[in-house]
């Protein structure tokens, strides 16, 4: 198994829309992006990396989750 393929890898294939959400307001097409312990480590538009868990994500959007972490029941 490659290094890459570890069971808390998650790649998240053939997104259409990437809103990066950078000072640039990046957007990419066609990407993929390889998660690793919770954190982005990659992404490419080459041929993707071996992942434990793999999402194809064609016609959709990825954008920053945001968590709530304070709030007033």
């Given amino acids: ?4 393929a ?3 890898s998650l790649l998240i294939r053939d997104i259409h ?3 990066t959400m950078d000072a640039r307001d990046t957007v990419l097409r066609g990407v993929w992006v390889l998660v690793r312990d919770g954190a982005i480590e990659k992404i490419g538009t ?3 990396p071996h ?3 793999v999402l194809n994500s064609r016609h959709l959007v990825a954008l920053p989750g945001l968590v709530n972490t304070h709030h007033h029941l």
């Fill in 1 to 4: 198994m490659p290094a890459e």
């Fill in 46 to 48: 080459s041929q993707p």
């Fill in 17 to 19: 829309t990437l809103v």
């Fill in 6 to 8: 570890d069971s808390e």
């Fill in 51 to 53: 992942a434990g868990r």
